[in-house]
């Protein structure tokens, strides 16, 4: 069971091949005041899974998180176009950090795994404020941290970016939900079992 609204990690645990289904969290998002980025994206990771066990009691339950900053400030979703502009300048040559944090939780047994994943991409200086406005019409990043969308054409914004999983900065790193399906008893590359007859 996947605890998130978002069509991007959706998308991405597709590519697993399970059955699952997809419940909102309904969690707040905001960050608790002094909390670290890191700090913030275990948290509601941990937040959303937790929220969603509260209705299936007996299932494995997904949640995700991911908060992205650059020299000390949150780059939240902007909503409208023109503040995806603005972040988009304001980060021009800069490096960002995202931080993408996952929990697994089977709510039948109450184990709960957690990893946390840091990407770091390095913004192209030579942007121009007419190629930012285009990228953002063309791409509508709007609901995405960090204002662009690597898995599209914001990934023509960046000089480069370091990541253990290409995966985490879409916002569900894969390899390391493959690794803590496993410890659950879900491999992705093994048949689910029949129910019995």
């Not at 707040?28 to 959303?48: I, N, S, Y």
């Not at 929990?103 to 047994?109: H, I, R």
């Not at 960090?146 to 990934?155: D, F, K, M, Q, T």
Request: one cysteine or more; hydrophobic letters at 40%; proline letters at 7%.
């Amino acid at each position: 069971m996947l605890a998130s609204s978002s069509v991007y990690r959706r998308a991405l645990l597709d590519r697993f091949g399970l059955e699952f289904e997809v419940v909102s969290p309904e969690v707040d998002e905001q960050a608790r005041p002094g909390e670290l980025p890191g700090d913030t994206a275990r948290r509601l990771a941990l937040a959303k899974s937790e929220a969603v066990a509260q209705q299936f009691p007996d299932a494995v339950i997904i949640g995700s998180d991911q908060v992205a900053c650059c020299e000390g400030l949150r780059l939240d979703k902007p909503l409208l176009a023109s503040r995806a502009e603005e972040a988009l300048l304001a980060v021009r040559g800069k490096s960002i950090d995202f931080h993408t944090a996952l929990c697994v939780f089977d709510s039948g047994s109450g184990k709960r795994l957690q990893h946390t994943d840091l990407t770091r991409v390095q913004m192209r200086a030579d942007l121009d404020p007419a190629s930012i406005r285009r990228y953002v019409e063309l791409d509508r990043p709007l609901d995405c941290a960090g204002s662009a969308r690597i898995e599209s054409l914001g990934v023509a914004l960046l000089e480069r970016c370091q990541s253990d999983d290409p995966t985490a900065l879409v916002g569900l790193p894969l390899i390391a939900l493959a690794r803590l399906l496993r410890d659950v008893g879900i491999d992705p590359l093994q048949p689910a079992p029949r129910p019995p007859a």
